[in-house]
């Protein structure tokens, strides 16, 4: 009995113990470019903002900003943009985030045409969305997400159905002649069999 009672108090003095389990930082993001239309051509300035609400630390945040589908070219000040085609293209950013600090991060994408002209999120307009999410340390799931929305004009014109004035004036004018035509025709007969 001893020599359980003496291997359980060597065991606990030898083996760390389990750490705490400790809650994720507590972040807000927010992310705007400041104009609530765009347009095919146009540059758009994003600014982000982190805010780390905590009184600890954030080491090696990963900062990520998802560009509009229809990006062409983007930048991230002090940042890297990963993906090269249009709809691929994110910035990143590698930062440590104090306790109660607030950072931000800028960066920049030119809006190119939308290619699907069949899907739009309103009759004649298309969203330029962005997104922006922050990670800690090699965790998958985000600490916080925010995101923009921009309406986009349609970039083509949408094709023209009518309004049915051809075929009104196709009827009236059939309607004024089909009588005419058949008056003919049966005088023309008359005249032969009489």
Same mark, same amino acid.
Request: hydrophobic letters at 45%; glycine letters at 12%; aromatic letters at 4%.
């Given at each position: 009995?001893? &020599?359980a009672?003496?291997c359980?108090?060597?065991?606990?003095v030898?083996?760390?113990?389990?750490? +705490?389990?400790?809650?994720?930082?507590?972040?807000?993001? &927010?992310?705007?470019?400041?104009?609530?239309?765009?347009?095919?051509?146009?540059?758009?300035?994003?600014r982000? &903002?982190? =805010?780390?609400?905590?009184?600890? @630390?954030? &080491?090696?945040?990963?900062? *990520?900003?998802?560009?509009p +589908?229809?990006?062409?070219s983007a930048t +991230?000040?002090?940042?890297?943009?990963?993906?090269? %085609?249009?709809? *691929?293209?994110?910035a990143?950013?590698?930062?440590?985030?104090?306790?109660?600090?607030i @950072?931000?991060?800028?960066?920049?994408?030119?809006?190119g045409a939308?290619?699907?002209?069949?899907?739009?999120?309103?009759?004649?307009t298309l969203?330029?969305?962005?997104? /922006?999410?922050?990670?800690?340390?090699?965790?998958?799931?985000?600490?916080?997400?925010? %995101?923009?929305?921009d309406?986009?004009?349609?970039?083509q014109? *949408?094709? *023209? =159905?009518?309004?049915?004035?051809?075929?009104? /004036?196709a009827?009236? +004018?059939?309607?004024?002649? /089909?009588?005419?035509?058949?008056?003919?025709?049966r005088?023309?007969?008359a005249?032969?069999?009489?």
């Amino acid at each position: 009995m001893r &020599t359980a009672a003496a291997c359980a108090v060597l065991c606990a003095v030898a083996l760390p113990a389990a750490p +705490a389990p400790q809650d994720p930082p507590a972040l807000a993001v &927010t992310v705007t470019d400041g104009v609530d239309r765009a347009e095919a051509g146009q540059r758009l300035d994003y600014r982000i &903002t982190v =805010h780390n609400l905590g009184g600890d @630390q954030v &080491t090696g945040a990963r900062i *990520e900003q998802e560009m509009p +589908a229809t990006t062409v070219s983007a930048t +991230a000040t002090d940042g890297t943009v990963e993906g090269a %085609g249009t709809g *691929e293209q994110k910035a990143v950013w590698h930062a440590d985030l104090p306790a109660y600090d607030i @950072q931000v991060f800028t960066a920049g994408a030119v809006l190119g045409a939308r290619r699907d002209l069949g899907t739009s999120a309103a009759p004649g307009t298309l969203r330029a969305a962005t997104s /922006v999410c922050v990670y800690a340390g090699a965790n998958a799931a985000p600490l916080a997400c925010s %995101g923009d929305l921009d309406d986009l004009p349609e970039s083509q014109p *949408e094709p *023209e =159905h009518g309004n049915g004035v051809g075929w009104a /004036v196709a009827a009236l +004018a059939g309607a004024l002649l /089909v009588p005419g035509v058949v008056r003919a025709v049966r005088r023309g007969r008359a005249r032969r069999s009489g």
